[in-house]
């Protein structure tokens, strides 16, 4: 499984971004896919996660402002992020998990100013 993610950029407090991972390979040994985060000096993070059955968890800090969102096909994963705050400034990477093993995406900046 290989996985690239875009979408990232710099957005003022209260703006909005989407992020997009776009899975190609053995798709079809995927049983979750996710979004994590890690800003300087900090754990990377998880921030949401869909599984195959369609159910999602949220990081308690984005609940009600971000939403996980898959294709059927795992071809593609958003997030969208909402009233953002400077506080969501991080490098956000995408995964997948499965039969295969873990995969990271390269990761993709995301700055949210004051």
């Known amino acids: 499984v290989q996985l690239v993610e875009s979408g990232g950029g710099l957005v003022q407090a209260g703006g909005s971004l989407r992020l997009s991972c776009a899975a190609s390979g053995s798709i079809f040994t995927i049983t979750a896919m996710g979004w994590y985060r890690q800003a300087p000096g900090n754990q990377r993070e998880l921030v949401a996660v869909v599984r195959r059955d369609g159910s999602t968890d949220y990081a308690d800090s984005v609940k009600g402002r971000f939403t996980i969102h898959r294709d059927n096909a795992w071809n593609t994963v958003s997030l969208q992020m909402n009233v953002l705050k400077p506080e969501d400034t991080a490098v956000y990477y995408c995964?997948?998990?499965?039969?295969?093993?873990?995969?990271w995406g390269q990761g993709t900046q995301v700055t949210v100013s004051s």
């Open positions: 995964n997948a998990a499965g039969g295969l093993g873990i995969t």
